[in-house]
């Protein structure tokens, strides 16, 4: 069949087809996206915060000294309640660490309370509230439970450390937008 004319053209212009299909496949193949890109065109874009009028900025910063210590006391009960679950079971070290605890947020409320709101944070600084309350009572279910040891306090307490976490976050998703967040 070699001998045959017109074969030698066929068989060259059938390789150069295969070759020609074969790059195109694989151009094809390279400029598809990657699971990466897919994925991040699948995400919906978040919009960027609006910025803080002066008022706003001014009641931020005013609360954000009273969060500073409300985070570090925050993490300081669950701790305290994580390590008399697994460590020591002792009562009395758990009482020693929450009372300090309890009697910050028992003196935050009244801060947050007494700084002036702008309207238009009113409903996060609602939010906000609403969670040093939580930790109050939180810390408060923990104290009770040093004095009768009824294990229901501990649990009472864990449920209003993590509603009271969240509320956080959703109020510093405005406030104070990427800050860390240690919860």
Do not use: C
């Not at 001014?58 to 009273?66: G, T």
């Amino acid at each position: 069949m070699i001998g045959v004319p017109g074969f030698r053209p066929i068989l060259l212009i059938s390789t150069l087809v295969v070759v020609v299909a074969a790059a195109v496949a694989v151009w094809q193949y390279e400029l598809r996206p990657t699971t990466t890109q897919q994925a991040v065109a699948a995400t919906p874009q978040r919009a960027e915060p609006r910025a803080l009028s002066p008022e706003e900025e001014s009641y931020a910063a005013a609360l954000w000294e009273i969060q500073r210590q409300v985070t570090v006391s925050a993490v300081a009960m669950s701790y305290a309640g994580i390590a008399y679950e697994i460590d020591n079971h002792d009562v009395h070290v758990l009482e020693q660490k929450i009372e300090p605890v309890a009697k910050f947020f028992v003196e935050a409320e009244p801060r947050v309370r007494s700084l002036t709101v702008p309207p238009s944070l009113s409903k996060v600084h609602d939010e906000y509230l609403e969670a040093v309350v939580l930790y109050r009572k939180a810390s408060d279910e923990m104290l009770a439970f040093t004095k009768d040891g009824e294990r229901q306090h501990l649990v009472d307490a864990q449920g209003m450390g993590v509603a009271a976490s969240e509320d956080l976050l959703r109020a510093g998703e405005v406030l104070w937008p990427g800050q860390y967040k240690p919860h």
